[in-house]
């Protein structure tokens, strides 16, 4: 087993760039959700006005 500082640090920055990769995939999905929300609340308003 490879126990050097250096394979340590790769270590280490491989795992703050996969946390970071899994926020900013969290983030986009939380984003993409409120985008549709309001987007379908948008549409529905207008399906009522031409309705009316």
């Known amino acids: 087993m490879n126990s050097s ?9 491989y795992a703050v760039f996969m946390i ?4 900013l995939a969290v983030y986009a999905l939380v984003l993409v959700v409120i985008f549709l929300r309001l ?7 207008a399906a009522r006005a031409q309705d009316g």
């Open 20 to 23: 970071a990769v899994a926020v």
């Open 39 to 45: 987007r379908i609340a948008e549409l529905k308003r």
């Open 5 to 13: 500082p250096a394979f340590g640090i790769i270590g280490i920055l």
